[in-house]
């Protein structure tokens, strides 16, 4: 029978979503707590993997395994032998063919900023603070530009191997608040697919475009030309968080 959780995780304490030698991982932990609720080595797919310090609020993976717990209790036998850091937020029974990995169709990411002189306590875990404020409708100018279907060349960490570079933006968007003293700064991206470090090092490009570091012209040359002196730096793993992923139909729809 196949299974699909939704999990939820603070990456602070992990060297990111897939199981290595060099640290412990959320996938190795889930993997742990499986065995020891259902007697049997499984393996747990996930939609992708979320680099070392990377969040998730809506991560989605799957399993095979012949269990006789029922599906909607699935999430509650992980979750007692998971850490306080990894919660099963759904689990749900899912047909043979469903991949989380494979059947995605769209992946949503926010990247977090707080303007601070300083690291505030309350929210060192899972934003970053940026100084001096920078101007946030022209961030929000900068971020449309990424929407449709680009070269994101430039916004790639070097030495990664795939097989293109083009991927498809669906929205793109920053938004501001106010919380714990602090104006929050959050920029929210949705597409079939990224990168590595691709949404980190948009969003250190907006933060960069919003200081007057860069110009909109900058962003929209960096898309034609690849090249990466037109773009900013790539941002701290701690503010990126995957909020959601998207299937069609929703193995979670009620």
């Known amino acids: 029978m196949k299974f699909a959780l939704l999990v939820a995780y603070d990456g602070t304490n992990y060297r990111g979503w897939q199981t290595q030698k060099n640290g412990i991982s ?51 036998a992980l979750n007692f032998r998971l850490p306080a850091d990894i919660c099963v937020l759904r689990s749900v029974a899912a047909p043979e063919d469903f991949d ?41 100018k900068g971020a449309a530009l990424y929407c449709g279907e680009h070269d994101f060349k430039a916004y790639c960490a070097s030495g990664s191997s795939v097989k293109t570079t083009v991927r498809t933006v669906y929205s793109a968007e920053v938004s501001e608040g106010f919380s714990r003293g602090c104006k929050d700064i959050t920029f929210t991206v949705c597409g079939g ?7 980190r090092t948009m969003a250190g490009t907006l933060l960069f475009l919003g200081q007057g570091r860069l110009s909109l012209d900058d962003i929209s040359r960096s898309l034609i030309t690849g090249d990466r002196s037109l773009v900013g730096k790539t941002m701290p793993a701690k503010g990126l968080t995957l909020e959601r992923v998207e299937y069609s139909p929703d193995p979670f729809a009620d």
């Open 26 to 76: 959320v996938q190795s932990v889930l993997q742990d707590a499986a065995a020891a609720a259902f007697g049997k080595k499984i393996n747990i797919i996930a939609s992708g993997r979320t680099d070392s310090g990377v969040h998730a609020a809506g991560q989605v993976c799957h399993f095979s395994a012949d269990i006789s717990v029922p599906a909607e209790k699935v999430a509650d």
């Open 100 to 140: 989380s990995n494979r059947s995605a169709k769209k992946k949503t990411y926010a990247y977090r900023m707080y303007v601070a002189r300083r690291e505030h306590p309350l929210k060192a875990r899972f934003s970053v603070p940026v100084y001096p404020a920078p101007d946030v409708a022209l961030m929000q």
């Open 193 to 199: 697919g990224f990168l590595y470090n691709m949404v």
